[in-house]
């Protein structure tokens, strides 16, 4: 058994800034305040967090409400901000392909583990046709702390499937530092893929268990993940 959990942004997809975009809209329409999260590095970080970081920068109320209210903006704007054209807006390479031939494969299961909130999840993944791809995950939704969030998707995984996995069957996927750390603390295995934001020599220093440059070589990440 293999349950592979996908980190999203620079792992599966870009959105060409398509989630900046729909973030700095909504504090925009509830805040007044223009281009609140452009040009900070938000790779690997919860969206909650990010929020959280935003409103006490600028002093308004961090709490249920504001979040809630907070989500629901980017929620309607992000759709929109993903038809736009963009030049970085695409899968990233071999995912495709990748993801084809491992919901081919039997006791492969197909998971999230993203900072990504559950709705802004799928409101991206349908954008590129891959929201029936994967039928459980953790979400920002759960806790703003990444690492926290993998037992939310073993959670769910076992409801699902009423299978108990060990750790050394849960795989986390992603692009940055923080996808690495988040697999650590819980024994899972780490694959880093180099293809976005982060090269090989920067992701290599966080002991990856594996990683990949990106998901071209079929085979290569077949040998991991399949
Ligand atoms: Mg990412």
Known sequence: ????????????????????????????????????????????????SIFRDAAEECGFPYDADSLEEFKEEYFTVLPEELNQPARDKRLMPGVQELLTALTARDGVYLGLLTGNWQRSSYIKLAAFGLDHVFPFGAFSDDSEIRPDLLPYAIRRFQLKYDRKPEPRDIFIIGDTPSDIQCAKPHGAVSVAVAAAHYKEKDLRPFQPDHILADFTDLDAALRILG
């Open 1 to 48: 058994m293999k349950i592979l959990l996908f980190d999203i942004d620079g792992t599966l997809l870009l959105t060409g800034g398509a989630g900046l975009r729909a973030m700095n809209r909504a504090f925009v329409h509830l805040y007044g305040i223009e281009e609140k999260f452009s040009g900070k590095n938000l790779a690997g970080r919860t969206d909650t």
